[in-house]
């Protein structure tokens, strides 16, 4: 009994080991960015690395309080989640009439919806630029809603529409028979059983708009400017500050974090659904 107890504890230790390696591997970089946040730019580019030193959060202070990111984070989220709020308003009504009616052009407009995402940002920096000047929105927050909003609306609707088909019709006839409408039937009984797929969507919607670069580098200047942009106009010149560099980056990764945490529960279901019939 106990032989058979140590050859399975063999068995899996070769698991653990890689899981444990695999686990290093993807936390390591958060452990740098954030250990070298709380580092004077001296320690920051001593060799070898120091692993320990006296933590300080100076960087923090400065980033805050006199370069300004405090600004740049807030304008992040009230660009995130108003890009993120629009997705889902607009995309789940979109997914359920894809999902559940025929029309004309059903085939064409969902390949519209998908091959969106095929376009690289980069194609379309320099027209948004133009269109964007010509109407006099540059350097506004406006502007970074509308178009993040082009390309994570796709995203809700593709990840929304599978699961809105993968509901059992049944439950939409017999709605129907007790005299329900169709928007009640989404909203009703639809709509919260598509709630994985929404939160997933969310958080991709949210991550993606928090997270954007390019256009927040081409479109911004100050007003509108963003905490990615932010976090690299401190590349410039002959020096470069890790500790702020390190330090901007921390505060921009904690609100993913918390909005991930927030709705863990019904990423893990959306994340998995489908997996089991």
């Given at each position: 009994?106990?032989a058979?107890?140590?050859?399975s504890?063999?068995?899996?230790?070769p698991?653990?080991?890689?899981?444990?390696?695999?686990l290093?591997?993807?936390?390591?970089?958060?452990y740098?960015?954030?250990?070298t946040s709380?580092?004077?730019?001296?320690?920051?580019?001593s060799?070898?690395?120091?692993?320990?030193?006296?933590?300080?959060?100076?960087?923090?202070a400065?980033v805050l309080f006199?370069?300004?990111v405090?600004?740049?984070?807030?304008n992040?989220l009230?660009?995130?989640v108003?890009?993120t709020?629009?997705?889902?308003?607009l995309?789940?009504?979109?997914?359920?009439?894809l999902?559940r009616?025929?029309?004309?052009?059903?085939?064409?407009l969902?390949?519209?919806f998908i091959t969106?995402?095929?376009?690289?940002?980069?194609?379309?920096a320099?027209?948004f630029?133009?269109?964007?000047?010509?109407?006099?929105?540059?350097?506004?927050?406006?502007?970074l809603?509308?178009?993040?909003l082009?390309f994570?609306?796709?995203?809700v609707?593709?990840?929304c529409?599978?699961?809105f088909?993968?509901i059992?019709?049944?439950?939409?006839?017999a709605a129907?028979?007790?005299g329900?409408?169709h928007?009640?039937?989404f909203?009703?009984?639809?709509?919260?059983?598509?709630?994985?797929?929404?939160?997933?969507s969310?958080i991709?919607?949210?991550?993606f708009?928090?997270?954007?670069l390019?256009?927040?580098?081409?479109?911004?200047r100050n007003?509108a400017k963003?905490a990615?942009?932010?976090?690299?106009?401190y590349?410039?010149?002959y020096s470069?500050?890790?500790?702020?560099?390190?330090a901007t980056?921390?505060?921009?990764?904690?609100?993913?974090l918390?909005?991930?945490l927030?709705?863990?529960?019904?990423?893990?279901r959306?994340?998995?659904?489908g997996?089991?019939?």
């Amino acid at each position: 009994m106990a032989a058979t107890g140590s050859t399975s504890a063999r068995s899996i230790l070769p698991q653990i080991v890689l899981l444990t390696a695999i686990l290093l591997f993807c936390v390591f970089p958060f452990y740098w960015m954030v250990t070298t946040s709380l580092k004077t730019q001296l320690v920051a580019l001593s060799q070898p690395p120091q692993w320990i030193f006296t933590p300080t959060l100076g960087n923090y202070a400065e980033v805050l309080f006199e370069d300004g990111v405090g600004r740049t984070m807030v304008n992040s989220l009230i660009v995130a989640v108003s890009t993120t709020v629009l997705a889902v308003l607009l995309g789940c009504p979109a997914a359920y009439a894809l999902a559940r009616f025929e029309f004309r052009g059903k085939s064409d407009l969902w390949f519209w919806f998908i091959t969106n995402r095929m376009v690289s940002p980069i194609v379309l920096a320099l027209p948004f630029f133009l269109i964007v000047r010509w109407i006099g929105l540059l350097d506004t927050k406006l502007v970074l809603i509308l178009i993040y909003l082009t390309f994570n609306l796709p995203i809700v609707i593709w990840l929304c529409t599978d699961q809105f088909r993968s509901i059992p019709y049944d439950l939409d006839e017999a709605a129907i028979l007790e005299g329900a409408g169709h928007w009640r039937i989404f909203r009703s009984i639809c709509l919260p059983l598509a709630m994985p797929a929404v939160a997933v969507s969310s958080i991709f919607s949210f991550i993606f708009s928090w997270n954007e670069l390019l256009y927040a580098i081409v479109l911004t200047r100050n007003d509108a400017k963003t905490a990615p942009a932010m976090a690299i106009s401190y590349m410039e010149g002959y020096s470069l500050p890790y500790g702020k560099i390190m330090a901007t980056s921390t505060l921009i990764v904690i609100p993913v974090l918390i909005f991930a945490l927030i709705a863990s529960k019904q990423l893990v279901r959306g994340l998995t659904m489908g997996a089991v019939k």
